[in-house]
Nanobody, 121 residues
C-alpha cells in the first residue's frame, strides 16, 4: 500500500557531493517524520537525519555541517544533500517515513529498499 522509492546514490570522491531523494506513494493520509538512516555491514542501522511535519530536524553528529535534509510535503518527498563526503560515509542509505495510511488508525514506520553510497578515490 505504501512505497518509499529512493534515488541518487552512487559513487563520489572524498570531498564530493551527492543528493538523495525519496518519494513516498500509496494510500497515505499524512506523514509525521521522514528522513534517512544508514547501515554498514556488521553494524546497526543509524539515524543520519530526520525532519518532522513541524519542521523539527535532527542530524547525527557525523552529519552536522555537511548534510542538509529537506522535505517537499506537496510531493511526499524527502531529500538529503550530502557535501564534503568522507570515506566513512560509505553505507547503504535507507529512507524512512512514519506515516498514517488512509485506512489506518496509527502511525507506523516504513522503509525504502536502500541505496548504496560509496565514497572513494
Amino acid at each position: 500500500q505504501v512505497q518509499l522509492v529512493e534515488s541518487g546514490g552512487g559513487l563520489a570522491q572524498p570531498g564530493g557531493s551527492l543528493r538523495l531523494s525519496c518519494a513516498a506513494s500509496g494510500s497515505i493520509h499524512s506523514i509525521n517524520r521522514m528522513g534517512w538512516y544508514r547501515q554498514v555491514p556488521g553494524k546497526q542501522r543509524e539515524r543520519v537525519a530526520t525532519t518532522s511535519s513541524g519542521a523539527v530536524t535532527y542530524y547525527a553528529n557525523s552529519a552536522k555541517g555537511r548534510f542538509t535534509i529537506s522535505r517537499d510535503n506537496t510531493k511526499n518527498t524527502v531529500y538529503l544533500q550530502m557535501n564534503s563526503l568522507k570515506p566513512e560515509d560509505t553505507a547503504v542509505y535507507y529512507c524512512y517515513a512514519n506515516l498514517l495510511i488512509t485506512s489506518g488508525n496509527f502511525y507506523n514506520d516504513y522503509w525504502g529498499q536502500g541505496t548504496q553510497v560509496t565514497v572513494s578515490s
